[in-house]
């Protein structure tokens, strides 16, 4: 068993090397790679900061939108079944009252001009 441990020990220091490469060039190594981490750290931030931007123009441009088509005002109407029948109901009897005004006033007008030539021509 103590010769499997052992393989498995080599095995470990070979896939990481650690006998081959100096703690001198380890430490190089993990500079370089902390610089250029940062490098990309700070690219990173501003392309972040970059796209946040953007985003939150795009976002006050849609609430912009939203606040002028009145979108909560309708799905609050769509939201109360019954708000929205009786809103309908009330519109629909002001048109029926404002068409039959109408209608009076056309036959008035029409009974102004023509009364007399009317009432003459259905007597005869």
Do not use: W
């Amino acid at each position: 068993m103590s010769h499997v441990n052992e393989l498995k020990q080599a095995l470990e220091n070979l896939s990481s090397k650690q006998h081959v490469i100096s703690k001198e060039a380890t430490l190089a190594k993990e500079s370089l790679q902390e610089n250029y981490n940062q490098k990309n750290n700070s690219e990173l931030v501003e392309k972040q900061t970059a796209i946040m931007d953007e985003f939150s123009t795009s976002i006050t441009l849609l609430m912009d939108i939203f606040s002028q088509s009145r979108f909560d005002s309708i799905m609050g109407l769509i939201a109360d079944p019954l708000r929205l029948l009786l809103l309908n109901f009330f519109m629909s009897c002001f048109k029926g009252i404002g068409f039959a005004f109408g209608v009076a006033l056309v036959i008035l007008l029409i009974a102004s001009v023509f009364g007399t030539d009317l009432i003459s021509f259905y007597l005869n």
